[in-house]
């Protein structure tokens, strides 16, 4: 039976029924009873189903290319410049122990920015905002590559985390909408997470389907507040672990500000539980398996980012390679995203949730054993390379699995919100591992000594996870 003709009769079925279609919301509770918005969220799933079914499987081609352009150029502008840092500190004088910033700016605006978009997405529509973010990012690229001092380079890099936060919730709320079939869903989310910026803005409003903004009478407000001080809070937050890590924890600007950040981060749950509309609707916290894999969240892309970092730092400090010597050593995590994606895509579903989830944690380890292990050059293709290979293939185990099961859990209407929550937290994964694991310049043996330290601090955060899933995640 195709896909399609499946799908129509699902429709049907939920004609005659009035049940929800979508596999996916298994939740705690009855939350529409919580706040009497039964009857507002009724019809959102025959009509998500509906769209879907009258799509062509061209078009869901093309959907679904244009979608994960977004996680690929996102993902791209976060870790391309990796490479280029050393020359980039170079030519524009950067500060010892500051060029992180090129890659934290953008990790944190990333964060920060990304309820705030993903609950505009829910309040109007995907695809507006969707389309917004790949102008924001490929209009700014143009003063990034322009910078001629520190500042202009991080400022603009940072803006350019917003329109990334504008693009990727608003992607995964797209992908939830158009393939309501959990095994379509599960593969359209692996080749999304495998994956001129303003042409693919203009492509991808032609190519979405039309889509209907909700009347302004009785449509959600923005919660300002909220977001203030969520942004506030993790900027702060950020700030301090990068001064304690680079400068020491004592000082008193550390302290001061680690502390304002935990009050403004407080404050924001405190905020989200008395305003009318929150931006992160405290309810959330309650569905399915949402609470641990928030914090599993932050392992996934806290590997990807350091373990790429570290390993281009070796490869060039250590090691004396240019720069395109450490992008072509660094081949075989691209390689392997490529080969694997698809696979994960086509068999994941045929799985238990918690085997994938702690299945990624511990291949994720592996690869963290082997690059620490691996303290010599000629260890290159016996560590390193195969550590690169069970470390992605971890990655896309558990980025498909964490972010299936948790929009597997998001209610009909907020997928958006659902979907931003999660990446800020791979967001935050990135952010506070870039801080906490930065190695100073030093002697090329006390260098090493620090590299493997870092290595050997994701092993613990691999198996604290681990254990977390085992204990919390229910299949």
């Given at each position: 039976?195709?896909?399609?003709?499946?799908?129509?009769?699902?429709?049907?079925?939920?004609?005659?029924?009035?049940?929800?279609?979508?596999?996916?919301?298994?939740?705690?509770?009855?939350?529409?009873?919580?706040?009497?918005?039964?009857?507002?969220?009724?019809?959102?799933?025959?009509?998500?189903?509906?769209?879907?079914?009258?799509?062509?499987?061209?078009?869901?081609?093309?959907?679904?290319?244009?979608?994960?352009?977004?996680?690929?150029?996102?993902?791209?502008?976060?870790?391309?410049?990796?490479?280029?840092?050393?020359?980039?500190?170079?030519?524009?004088?950067?500060?010892?122990?500051?060029?992180?910033?090129?890659?934290?700016?953008?990790?944190?605006?990333?964060?920060?920015?990304?309820?705030?978009?993903?609950?505009?997405?829910?309040?109007?529509?995907?695809?507006?905002?969707?389309?917004?973010?790949?102008?924001?990012?490929?209009?700014?690229?143009?003063?990034?590559?322009?910078?001629?001092?520190?500042?202009?380079?991080?400022?603009?890099?940072?803006?350019?985390?917003?329109?990334?936060?504008?693009?990727?919730?608003?992607?995964?709320?797209?992908?939830?909408?158009?393939?309501?079939?959990?095994?379509?869903?599960?593969?359209?989310?692996?080749?999304?997470?495998?994956?001129?910026?303003?042409?693919?803005?203009?492509?991808?409003?032609?190519?979405?389907?039309?889509?209907?903004?909700?009347?302004?009478?009785?449509?959600?407000?923005?919660?300002?507040?909220?977001?203030?001080?969520?942004?506030?809070?993790?900027?702060?937050?950020?700030?301090?672990?990068?001064?304690?890590?680079?400068?020491?924890?004592?000082?008193?600007?550390?302290?001061?500000?680690?502390?304002?950040?935990?009050?403004?981060?407080?404050?924001?749950?405190?905020?989200?539980?008395?305003?009318?509309?929150?931006?992160?609707?405290?309810?959330?916290?309650?569905?399915?398996?949402?609470?641990?894999?928030?914090?599993?969240?932050?392992?996934?892309?806290?590997?990807?980012?350091?373990?790429?970092?570290?390993?281009?730092?070796?490869?060039?400090?250590?090691?004396?390679?240019?720069?395109?010597?450490?992008?072509?050593r660094c081949v075989p995590m691209g390689l392997t995203a490529i080969i694997v994606s698809p696979l994960v895509g086509a068999y994941a579903p045929r799985f238990s949730r918690r085997l994938?989830?702690?299945?990624?944690?511990?291949?994720?380890?592996?690869?963290?054993?082997?690059?620490?292990?691996?303290?010599?050059?000629?260890?290159?293709?016996?560590?390193?390379?195969?550590?690169?290979?069970?470390?992605?293939?971890?990655?896309?185990?558990?980025?498909?699995?964490?972010?299936?099961?948790?929009?597997?859990?998001?209610?009909?209407?907020?997928?958006?919100?659902?979907?931003?929550?999660?990446?800020?937290?791979?967001?935050?994964?990135?952010?506070?591992?870039?801080?906490?694991?930065?190695?100073?310049?030093?002697?090329?043996?006390?260098?090493?000594?620090?590299?493997?330290?870092?290595?050997?601090?994701?092993?613990?955060?691999?198996?604290?996870?681990?254990?977390?899933?085992?204990?919390?995640?229910?299949?």
């Amino acid at each position: 039976m195709s896909t399609e003709t499946t799908l129509t009769q699902s429709v049907a079925e939920t004609k005659g029924n009035r049940t929800c279609l979508s596999p996916c919301p298994t939740l705690v509770g009855d939350h529409d009873e919580e706040k009497g918005s039964k009857e507002k969220f009724s019809e959102t799933p025959e009509v998500a189903v509906t769209e879907s079914a009258s799509l062509t499987p061209l078009r869901k081609i093309l959907i679904l290319s244009i979608l994960s352009a977004a996680q690929f150029f996102d993902i791209f502008n976060a870790v391309a410049s990796i490479v280029s840092l050393p020359q980039i500190s170079k030519d524009l004088n950067f500060q010892p122990g500051t060029i992180q910033w090129i890659l934290s700016g953008y990790t944190l605006t990333f964060a920060s920015f990304m309820l705030v978009a993903g609950r505009i997405a829910d309040i109007l529509h995907p695809k507006p905002v969707f389309t917004a973010g790949f102008l924001v990012i490929g209009i700014l690229g143009i003063p990034v590559g322009a910078s001629v001092n520190p500042i202009m380079a991080i400022v603009f890099r940072a803006l350019q985390g917003i329109g990334a936060a504008m693009n990727v919730p608003s992607a995964m709320a797209l992908i939830s909408m158009y393939f309501p079939d959990p095994d379509q869903r599960s593969r359209a989310f692996a080749i999304y997470g495998a994956s001129a910026m303003s042409p693919l803005a203009v492509a991808s409003w032609y190519i979405l389907p039309a889509h209907q903004t909700p009347p302004s009478t009785g449509r959600k407000s923005i919660d300002w507040p909220g977001v203030f001080s969520l942004t506030a809070g993790l900027t702060l937050f950020v700030f301090a672990v990068t001064e304690g890590s680079a400068g020491g924890w004592k000082s008193a600007r550390v302290i001061v500000t680690l502390v304002l950040s935990v009050v403004l981060l407080a404050s924001f749950l405190v905020i989200e539980r008395i305003v009318k509309d929150p931006a992160f609707p405290t309810r959330t916290w309650s569905n399915k398996n949402f609470t641990p894999l928030f914090f599993y969240a932050w392992s996934i892309y806290w590997f990807v980012f350091v373990t790429e970092m570290q390993l281009v730092e070796i490869f060039g400090t250590l090691w004396h390679e240019s720069a395109l010597s450490s992008a072509v050593r660094c081949v075989p995590m691209g390689l392997t995203a490529i080969i694997v994606s698809p696979l994960v895509g086509a068999y994941a579903p045929r799985f238990s949730r918690r085997l994938l989830l702690m299945s990624g944690q511990i291949m994720s380890a592996i690869g963290v054993i082997l690059f620490a292990l691996a303290d010599t050059r000629d260890k290159y293709w016996s560590h390193i390379v195969p550590g690169m290979i069970v470390g992605m293939i971890g990655l896309f185990l558990s980025y498909v699995a964490c972010t299936t099961v948790v929009m597997e859990g998001a209610r009909p209407g907020e997928e958006g919100v659902v979907g931003a929550v999660m990446n800020t937290a791979y967001q935050i994964g990135a952010t506070i591992g870039l801080a906490v694991n930065n190695v100073q310049p030093l002697d090329a043996l006390s260098q090493h000594k620090g590299y493997a330290i870092s290595f050997w601090s994701m092993l613990a955060l691999n198996g604290t996870m681990t254990v977390v899933t085992f204990f919390f995640v229910k299949n």
